[in-house]
């Protein structure tokens, strides 16, 4: 089993940015994929960012140039850094791992985008 802990939401303004973390533990195995997904409301789960257990990333295309996901795998976290963030982004952000087992899901944060 694979425990998913995400931290690091809350409340900014338009055009801020927030940084969140997510720190896996269990049966992670050394190969897999972490990622951020978010949840706006009334609307389906949609892919913010991915990345690889090598570094290789993927991203929704409209937050390319805003958003960095990264990774330390000696701590078997991962990083998503938001930049710019809009009004319209306000959601429920979730950190998901996926490896050859299954994939897994963390409770959510919520990040509000508001003034």
């Known amino acids: 089993q694979v425990q998913l802990v995400e931290s690091g939401g809350g409340l900014v303004q338009p055009g801020g940015s927030l940084r969140l973390s997510c720190a896996a533990s269990g049966s992670i195995s050394s190969i897999n994929t972490m990622g951020w997904y978010r949840q706006i409301p009334g609307k389906q789960r949609e892919l913010v960012a991915r990345i690889s257990s090598v570094g290789i990333t993927n991203y929704a295309d409209s937050m390319k140039g805003r958003f960095t996901i990264s990774r330390d795998n000696a701590k078997n976290t991962v990083y998503l850094q938001m930049n710019n963030l809009e009004s319209e982004e306000t959601a429920f952000y979730y950190c998901?791992?996926?490896?050859?087992?299954?994939?897994?899901w963390g409770q959510g944060t919520q990040v509000t985008v508001s003034s």
């Open positions: 998901n791992l996926r490896n050859r087992i299954g994939e897994y």
